[in-house]
């Protein structure tokens, strides 16, 4: 029986999923082959040319087999990452010389082939011959650890193992590539990564991260733990005389400190229009009944200048966004309204502290 995860996954894969790509339903292994190469390290938007410009130079496995090295690696100019370009032409000719032109039909032979890792062994077995295996990416491993709550490090042994053994749990066996194109897909459009477009999520009745307010800190990896900076937006949202705050839960700095809603970049984003949609109406799904959509300005000229806080093995960047409020957002649920009087009883990191002394009262309030 289909999980409650994978029910409501392709539905919206039915209903709500126009994600264009020009190897979407393939079937034929060779093009899958060569799209998932392609697409190692590399964004879809980039790859997409690529992989057309190959398809037509090297229509089938035989042409790529018999091309020249020069003129591969003439097209494969600005990709990057050059030994997956070897890999391609090294696995093209042994797919023509040992399998007589055609690609094996099972997961283990497949992952024999040089250059392909138990993703592409995955992605390939479950698209051209449907074969019931999961693939696992950084758009899967960002999704499962949101909707379960996995706060399990993804580049580590132990996380890995989690990770595959929820995908293959939740996997559909009988259309094992469809689910997995869809999964993939809903972590591009809608479980973003630093954007995530909650207010239209199907998952969001039962998703943990969502449940608990930490969509933004999820997936945790090791290395961005031990990260040398970290840049934060705090959305301080006023409704009437109280203020929403949020206390921080374990696997990161300021265990059981308050906060306001956290919104964590890898780089200090311009404080544009968009940007600001992209949190208030797309990931909150906030209205004109929320506040004025029209005058995004007056949120502009209200973000603090940048606060800074040294830890240990990591340097802190932050800003501060006023955000008035006409009405309680549905979705902005799983915090405390507090009046600025009750700050006092609140314990918050040392960079929040710092805002209250200086932004804070230049906002017009006291702590």
Not at 95 to 113: C, E, M, R, T, W
Request: hydrophobic share 40%; glycine share 6%; proline share 5%.
């Amino acid at each position: 029986m289909a999980t409650f995860f994978t029910q409501k996954l392709l539905y919206w894969n039915d209903t709500d999923n126009d994600r264009p790509m020009p190897w979407k339903g393939e079937k034929d292994p060779y093009k899958i082959w060569l799209s998932e190469i392609i697409l190692q390290q590399t964004r879809v938007e980039q790859g997409w040319s690529y992989y057309e410009k190959f398809i037509k130079a090297f229509p089938t496995v035989y042409d790529l087999a018999k091309a020249k090295e020069q003129k591969v690696f003439k097209l494969w100019e600005g990709l990057g990452y050059y030994n997956r370009c070897k890999n391609l032409l090294y696995t093209a000719k042994e797919i023509v010389q040992l399998h007589n032109g055609v690609f094996p039909s099972n997961y283990d032979a497949l992952l024999k082939l040089k250059g392909v890792g138990p993703y592409t062994a995955a992605a390939i077995a479950s698209f051209a011959f449907d074969l019931p295996y999961a693939v696992v990416d950084g758009n899967v491993f960002r999704v499962f650890a949101r909707f379960y709550g996995i706060h399990t490090p993804t580049d580590c042994r132990e996380g890995l193992a989690v990770f595959n053994e929820v995908a293959q749990k939740n996997l559909e066996l009988r259309q094992p590539g469809l689910y997995n194109q869809a999964l993939m897909d809903f972590g591009a459009t809608v479980c973003k990564p630093l954007v995530p477009n909650c207010a239209r999520c199907p998952l969001q009745s039962k998703c943990v991260a969502y449940s608990q307010g930490i969509v933004n800190q999820l997936p945790i990896k090791l290395k961005s733990i031990q990260r040398k900076k970290r840049q934060f937006d705090f959305f301080c949202f006023q409704y009437q005389k109280t203020w929403w705050v949020q206390k921080r839960g374990a696997g990161d700095i300021w265990q059981n400190l308050f906060q306001f809603y956290l919104v964590e970049n890898t780089s200090m984003r311009p404080m544009t229009e968009s940007y600001l949609k992209h949190i208030l109406v797309q990931q909150l799904g906030m209205t004109k009944n929320h506040f004025d959509l029209g005058d995004m300005s007056a949120i502009q000229k209200s973000t603090s200048p940048v606060f800074r806080q040294t830890l240990t093995h990591q340097l802190l960047q932050a800003r501060f966004v006023l955000v008035k409020l006409k009405q309680k957002p549905t979705l902005l649920n799983q915090g405390t309204w507090v009046t600025a009087s009750t700050f006092k009883k609140l314990a918050f990191p040392k960079m929040i502290n710092e805002f209250f002394l200086t932004q804070f009262k230049l906002w017009g309030h006291s702590e």
